[in-house]
DNA sequence: CATGCCCCTTTGTGATCACAAAAACCAGTA
DNA sequence: TACTGGTTTTTGTGATCACAAAGGGGCATG
């Protein structure tokens, strides 16, 4: 597939070119995240280094660091599947997302003026067409809009990166739980979200955000 | 150094080779984490590769999952070093750490027989001795396994997990830290820690904890 | 003395390959 | 059919190398 010379040099676009690594890790990546991956599916190197025209190494360094994120699971034998999680480890996830994500909200509600509290109602509107058309990754994809742009106002990168993290754990799982819960409207917690946004009314947001996070997840241990 | 052949069969001992990756990820991923690595300072993977005594391959891997991690960090020309962090970027991992650490001193609680406190104290001990001995990477070390000995109670691995990547991050950034504040005894907040613990004092007990990370990180923003 | 320029060294990146071990396959037997 | 054995294929691991670009140091010019 490759010419047997190492490297040739057809750098064609001379603007920014983002490292193979990084492109497999990019888009691995968002695939986990939005649930298009089935859990317990198998990954192998090379079948990654085929599908995004790269060679070993790169998919290989893609790969570990999603394994070091915990959005990939990998067997002794060095074999890498997405995870299958556990009741007890779903639990500890939720929990997190509910401690990050409030302290996130919390943060951000005095940094919330009414531009970001009607991009959150457009995308709150989204979601309900989304939920109509019956699409589990769509709806995944919007939902995780929906938060990451109330918490981007909270200012606080680290904490950010934390959630998206624990998002990434479940990405697979939510698919599957998703799938199962047959909803037809957009999540009831949303609407108190942001209806305490525009009260700067706090322990009601610490209390929405919390419901919402835990609401879906719940079901999932009975 | 190594000889032209690949991959050379001399599989010495039959017991279990950990793979050069996790070697090299091993160490220095401790000595990121006790902090035996100034903040800024600069890592080459020659540089790692030569004093693991392994090539670059599983150098590189090692780098890319601290780096995930966040305990390393990595300029766009792909140079590493260990981070050197912003108040505010300190700021909010300190509430991180008060986030989960609270809740996992919780969650041991009710499981928290006299073994566990007679374990405590004497990791207590400890401190008390390296402290005396002016022994900064001693005492974050010990102070650490204090805290993870507590934690390990609450049977939650994922918790614990996100917690070690927090200590991580502020790994470099506490050798500094400590290295400033002339500390002469064993940090009080532990003994009202186990205090709680052995009385079965929640609210205490999440308040010590909470007080204890704080405490030392939050003279740093000043 | 400061500044821009060129050359050489250092460094990260990615492709390739040999090897070992795990997995898959495929009879042949009970 | 179920299971066991050996063989073949697949797969991860790590070493090596070529290349490009970043760094650094010395030198001439202002």
């Known amino acids: 597939m490759q010419p047997p010379l190492p490297r040739i040099s057809e750098n ?25 991956i089935a859990p317990g599916k198998a990954l192998t190197l090379r079948g990654l280094a ?33 995870p299958e999680l556990t009741n007890e480890r779903i639990e500890e996830l939720a929990a997190l997302r509910a401690l990050i994500e409030v302290e996130l909200a919390s943060r951000a509600l005095p940094r919330a003026h009414i531009a970001l509290i009607d991009r959150l109602q457009s995308i ?12 589990a990754v769509g709806y995944i994809r919007t939902n995780l809009e929906f938060h990451r742009t109330l918490y981007l106002r909270a200012q606080a990168p680290a904490m950010l990166a934390m ?6 754990q479940l990405g697979p799982t939510m698919r599957a739980l998703y799938g199962r819960l047959r909803r037809t409207e957009a999540p009831q917690y949303h609407r108190l979200i942001i ?27 009975s």
């Open 163 to 168: 959630c998206e993290t624990v998002w990434l």
């Open 124 to 135: 709150n509107g989204t979601i309900a067409d989304v939920v109509s058309n019956r699409d």
């Open 195 to 221: 209806a305490a946004l525009k009260a700067g009314d706090e322990p009601g947001l610490r209390l929405a955000v919390r419901s919402d996070v835990t609401q879906g997840l719940r079901m999932l241990a």
């Open 50 to 82: 085929r599908e995004f025209d790269v060679s070993m190494t790169p998919a290989r360094e893609a790969v570990q660091r999603l394994v070091a994120e915990g959005a990939l699971s990998m067997s002794a034998s060095g074999r890498v599947s997405t």
């Open 12 to 36: 064609k676009n001379p603007e920014v070119t983002p490292s193979a690594h990084d492109r497999v890790y990019r888009g691995l990546r968002s695939r986990i995240l939005y649930g298009e």
